[in-house]
């Protein structure tokens, strides 16, 4: 009972919010919103919604491979109506199984470079001196790398590291890590901005005065009021996550073509684009940019609709 | 009595504070420049009795606020001792014991728009000192002690429910009154409570704390730079230049029969309706670098009277009806005390 108007009473309030109004009176917002959504729901739903599962080799038929799509061709095969690629494999499906993956990837490397990134900021931030110079410095050194550069040398030292077998069963995790690492810089420095800016603030004087702990004051207090950037940066940066991922392995080193991402996919598309058969990189290509696209404009608007001085 | 000390409730004694503003090492070591360090306080001693309100007055940058930082243990002191209820607040002891210290002072702050975290509602801001010292031993004891808290600051319970950008600067300032209240402190530092607020809001504000003050037997220390403020509500005042005090008086005596010639300097410059037309002096001069302070009396560029001692010895207080002045001129009865009248324009 007392959750229930507790959440109903969240729902009014939400309603009434500045970012909810700020939201419905922007189409284009509505839009990507909407696109998001429907991208996200559909590739999590692919087990279920996918016409085949195109990574079992039992359900493919190469006599089905190549197949141009429907609308497009009377070659076409209503079982496939995005076409096939060379191994019969059902582009559709692919998509949407790749998008999945792409998604998962994308959001895990930008939770493992937000945690990394906050906390790392917030001792920054709070401790000041030695640890703060230390932590910056070498955000500055990672700065002057293209974030692409860092992932690639992150994975190229773990395959050094591991048998290819090995790696093929971990790519996931490493591309993960790789991409979480080389992106935690600027969580860090925006959280190291905001700490800097808040500590200093009475609110946070009178929990010292009380005595409370650092840890508890950081967690309590200052973590709270720095949240609103760090959102902005993770919606901006889940996008970039998902297109590092997909350049990754359209470079051949990030996930293998037994679990293709969309990028693995694009490359996979590649190779036979000079033969004529477009179907197979392009479509995959325009889901990518479409999902990218959408992710950025929520983060523009999110980023507009927190900031008020441009309310 | 512990530790064996005098009978004042707050002792402190010869205490200093010095910040380090210098660059960092490397531009340091290559355009040759020395450490630069703020001798923000200077060595002060005051002792405030039980049940009274002590007033810090001083210009902008002569170290009030950082005593009142000092005091409640937000900065470590550089040298000198802070003594509560006979207990040397630097000394070693278990957290228990020093959060038993702590529940017994609190701090009001200066900016009402900045001392309560926007995200927390109300009722989270005022429970927290009680829940950080587990004062309440259930939800129900706890509602109550913070409707109680919210009602003596004439707000109510209701308005735990809301968050601090709901309210006006003088409503937000009870607030962090009732905060304070809230581990049932029995000695307040409020560092300049009502500077931020509306004239109509201050006067509502001092009110309340000599309302709270007589009720709860509460001590203060009380930092401002108004004058006329500082008359309304103290017992005694100190008046500190460039981080030393250069006079402590009962507050009657300042204003009426006020020695060291920065103290009369202050009240030469505070408004009032009987001098309305007339020609006042402004305070002459600027305080100087606390980074590079004059030498001996620090206030000799300034003051009127300076001679060659003034600038090569640093003067030490020396007890005069009922307080103490930092001058040479005044010791060697040079500067004779002047009458004033002091009529309080509220």
């Not at chain 1, 889940?238 to 037994?258: D, N, R």
């Not at chain 2, 405030?48 to 002569?62: N, P, Q, Y």
């Not at chain 2, 505070?270 to 037309?277: A, F, H, S, Y």
Request: charged residues 20%; glycine residues 8%.
């Amino acid at each position: 009972m007392a959750t229930g108007a507790a959440f109903s009473g969240w729902l009014h309030r939400a309603a009434d919010s500045d970012i909810w109004w700020s939201f419905k009176s922007s189409p284009m917002t509505i839009a990507a919103a909407t696109a998001t959504f429907l991208i996200v729901a559909v590739a999590f739903l692919s087990p279920v919604l996918a016409p085949h599962t195109p990574f079992d080799p039992a359900t493919l038929n190469l006599s089905d491979g190549l197949k141009p799509p429907v609308l497009l061709s009377a070659d076409g095969d209503w079982r496939f109506p995005l076409g096939t690629d060379d191994q019969g494999r059902d582009i559709l499906s692919s998509i949407m199984y790749g998008t999945r993956l792409s998604l998962l990837v994308g959001l895990a490397s930008v939770v493992v470079a937000m945690a990394l990134g906050i906390v790392l900021g917030l001792l920054s931030g709070y401790l000041g001196g030695t640890v703060d110079a230390v932590i910056m410095r070498v955000a500055d050194v990672q700065l002057t790398f293209p974030a692409i550069l860092v992932a690639l040398l992150i994975d190229g030292v773990v395959r050094g590291l591991i048998s290819v077998k090995r790696h093929d069963e971990i790519a996931v995790f490493v591309i993960v890590g790789a991409i979480g690492l080389s992106f935690w810089v600027q969580y860090a420095r925006t959280v190291r901005g905001s700490v800097m800016v808040e500590k200093n603030k009475e609110y946070v004087q009178a929990a010292r005065v009380i005595g409370l702990s650092p840890l508890l004051i950081m967690v309590r207090h200052v973590l709270p009021n720095v949240t609103g950037p760090v959102l902005v940066i993770a919606t901006i940066n889940l996008g970039l996550a998902i297109i590092t991922e997909a350049t990754l392995s359209f470079l051949g080193v990030g996930l293998p073509s037994t679990q293709p991402s969309l990028g693995t996919l694009i490359r996979l598309g590649n190779e036979v684009l000079q033969s004529g058969d477009w179907w197979i990189t392009v479509f995959p290509g325009a889901t990518l940019a479409a999902l990218v696209l959408a992710v950025n404009l929520l983060g523009d608007w999110l980023r507009d609709a927190l900031n008020p001085k441009l309310r | 009595m512990p530790d064996g000390s005098s009978g004042q409730f707050v002792r402190i004694a010869g205490l200093k504070r010095y910040f380090d503003v210098s660059a960092p090492w490397l531009v340091r070591m290559l355009e040759r420049r020395p450490r630069q360090i703020v001798q923000a306080v200077d060595g002060i001693d005051i002792e405030i009795a039980k049940g009274e309100t002590f007033s810090l007055v001083g210009e902008s940058g002569c170290g009030k606020s950082t005593v009142a930082r000092l005091v409640v243990g937000l900065y470590p002191p550089t040298a000198g001792r802070i003594e509560f209820d006979g207990n040397d607040m630097a000394g070693r002891r278990s957290g228990a014991d020093m959060a038993a210290l702590r529940r017994r002072m609190q701090m009001i702050f200066q900016d009402p728009y900045a001392s309560l975290n926007p995200r927390w509602r109300v009722f989270d801001i005022i429970a927290e000192p009680i829940r950080a010292f587990g004062l309440s031993s259930d939800k129900a004891d706890l509602e109550k002690r913070v409707g109680d808290l919210l009602r003596q600051v004439r707000l109510t319970p209701a308005d735990g429910r809301k968050f601090p950008h709901e309210f006006s600067g003088g409503q937000r300032q009870r607030i962090s009154i009732a905060r304070a209240l809230a581990s049932q402190p029995e000695f307040l530092v409020c560092d300049e409570p009502t500077s931020a607020l509306d004239v109509s809001v201050q006067a509502q504000i001092l009110n309340l704390m000599v309302d709270l003050q007589r009720r709860f037997g509460l001590t203060y220390l009380f930092i401002s730079h108004n004058l006329a403020v500082v008359y309304h509500i103290s017992t005694r005042v100190g008046v500190m230049y460039l981080g030393r005090l250069v006079e402590v008086a009962p507050t009657e005596t300042l204003f009426t029969r006020p020695k060291h010639p920065y103290t009369r300097m202050l009240l030469d410059t505070i408004p009032d309706l009987d001098m309305t037309g007339r020609q006042r002096s402004p305070v002459a001069g600027e305080v100087p670098s606390p980074i590079n302070p004059p030498s001996g009396c620090t206030f000799h560029p300034r003051c009127p009277f300076a001679q060659d001692r003034c600038r090569a010895e640093r003067p030490v207080p020396i007890a005069i009806e009922g307080g103490t002045v930092a001058c040479h001129a005044i010791e060697e009865g040079r500067l004779p005390v002047e009458e004033r009248t002091y009529v309080a324009n509220s």
